[in-house]
């Protein structure tokens, strides 16, 4: 018995390595010939496999989320309109819009986090706060929050909010805000201006400093926090959840990605193919509906020329992924 057990956890540990080994391609070409619901991009180096997307996704689902922490719409709205985009329902709020890069880090948890609150934040001051939250302070000040580039945990980062609060920051090489973040942004598998994400080299996470880093920022780093009056998840019911964007704007989630997701090119997603590769933590804008398909529409972090245009959708109603199962948020503190 002994000796079969030892046998099963060999294969299956060799099974585990085949599918990470797995060429992205084949992986398209197979999502394509399925004909489903949603299409791969199948330009990709014939070397390239599953496991190079392992270093990017770094959300760490909670283990300790209970009923009483999860909560129903804070807002009501008399009426769920079909299909709603963040972006034009708030369009002097151009962070909604902006897509970030995290870089060669699995620093997603504090990308959604910052990018979500920034969005939450504009939208709570009626368009007065433009300027993006910083990716830098939270992915390296945050202790409690996880393991910086090695991943962390969505709910933790608003609670560093509630307790603590952020200053502003662009992207890497922006000058915008206090803390700038400092990861090169890269392309991830696919082409554009960057470069590849597998040339840049990891350097772990960056050093938390307690002042501003963009030497053009004239308010003071003590002076910069902002803050969100309370921290929770949101009710994992679709009704629920489109409650609260419509109320309050944009949410973060935490999901399970398996390997044919880092192909998606266009339409609904839904996992077709491949291994379990992490957890990965993304900004849900809006939701709509697509060849009779329901849908979420979800902004990423592996900048403009992924996906479509930085973005995907995936299917709403059935927890896909687990993408209904952990969502976070918070009120700004205008």
């Known amino acids: 018995m002994k000796l079969f057990l030892a046998t099963c956890l060999l294969l299956g540990a060799a099974n585990a390595a085949t599918f990470h080994q797995e060429s992205l391609r084949s992986i398209a070409e197979k999502v394509n010939s399925l004909q489903t619901t949603w299409q791969a991009k199948t330009d990709l180096p014939a070397s ?39 972006r034009k329902q708030w369009p002097n709020c ?14 997603c948890w504090a990308v959604a986090a910052s990018a979500t609150f920034s969005d939450r934040l504009c939208i709570a001051s009626k368009g007065k706060f433009v300027l993006p939250l910083s990716d ?29 609060g952020i200053v502003t920051g662009g992207g890497y090489n922006s000058s915008v805000g206090c803390q700038p973040y400092s990861v090169e ?16 080299p990891d350097l772990g996470t ?4 307690n002042h501003c880093t963009n030497s053009k920022y004239t308010i003071p780093f003590g002076s910069d926090h ?6 929770y998840y949101v009710s994992s019911k679709v009704s629920a959840i489109q ?25 609904v997603y839904h996992q077709t193919s491949g291994s379990y590769l ?16 329901p849908y979420w529409l979800i902004a990423n972090s592996w900048n403009n020329d992924w996906g479509d245009n930085g973005l995907f959708k995936i299917r709403r109603g059935n927890d896909e992924c687990g993408i209904e199962s952990e969502m976070t948020a918070g009120l700004p503190i205008v």
């Not at 992915?139 to 933790?156: E, I, M, N, V």
């Not at 902002?226 to 921290?231: A, I, L, M, P, T």
């Not at 964007?245 to 339409?267: N, Q, R």
């Not at 993304?282 to 697509?290: A, F, K, L, P, S």
Request: proline share 5%; hydrophobic share 30%.
């Open 48 to 86: 390239l496999t599953a496991s190079s997307f392992k270093r990017l996704l770094g959300a760490k689902r909670s283990l300790h989320k209970t009923l009483m922490e999860v909560e129903e719409p804070l807002t009501t709205v008399s009426e769920i309109p079909e299909e709603f985009d963040a």
């Open 185 to 200: 942004a890269c392309e991830h598998h696919t082409s554009g201006s960057r470069p590849s994400c597998d040339s840049t």
């Open 226 to 231: 902002h803050k969100v009056s309370k921290s």
């Open 94 to 107: 151009l962070t909604i819009g902006h897509i970030r890069d995290q870089g060669n880090c699995g620093s």
């Open 206 to 209: 960056p050093d938390c400093v």
């Open 278 to 293: 992490g957890g990965h933590a993304v900004r849900v804008i809006g939701w709509g509906t697509e060849n009779n398909t």
């Open 243 to 267: 409650q609260e964007i419509l109320a309050h704007g944009p949410v973060e989630a935490a999901f399970d990605v398996y390997a044919d997701f880092p192909t998606y090119k266009s339409g």
């Open 136 to 164: 830098q302070e939270l992915l390296t000040c945050c202790s409690s929050c996880g393991d910086g580039c090695d991943g962390g945990y969505p709910k933790a980062a608003w609670d560093y909010f509630k307790n603590h």
